[in-house]
């Protein structure tokens, strides 16, 4: 089993800078891949980026360049810088574990609003 915890979401400026975290406990060697999704108000829920455990990285075309997926493996955790926020980057954010196995892990997401 693994466990995740996302945090650092909030009101933010349009224009401003957030960075999400996501705090990975349990099975870590059994994960292949940390992905981040948002889910705006009543719409699916979208992948952002992904990064896999040799530090590959790859984005959705929506975030590309304004958002980063980065790991600190000895904190256990992976991060999502997001800059230059707009109003429909509103969602919340979910944190996803990707296993050599089937299946995957969700964390409970954490609420983002751009909005002045």
């Known amino acids: 089993q693994v466990q995740l915890v996302e945090s650092g979401g909030g009101l933010v400026q349009p224009g401003g800078s957030q960075r999400l975290s996501c705090v990975v406990s349990?099975?870590?060697?059994?994960?292949?891949?940390m992905r981040w999704y948002r889910q705006p108000p009543g719409k699916q829920r979208d992948f952002l980026a992904r990064?896999?455990?040799?530090?590959?990285?790859n984005y959705a075309d929506s975030v590309k360049g304004r958002f980063t997926i980065s790991r600190d493996n000895a904190k256990n955790t992976v991060y999502l810088q997001m800059n230059s926020l707009k109003p429909e980057d509103t969602a919340v954010y979910f944190c996803n574990a990707l296993p050599y196995s089937s299946g995957s892990y969700w964390g409970q997401g954490t609420q983002v609003t751009v909005s002045s």
């Open positions: 990064i896999t455990n040799g530090g590959i990285t």
């Open positions: 349990g099975s870590i060697s059994n994960i292949y891949a």
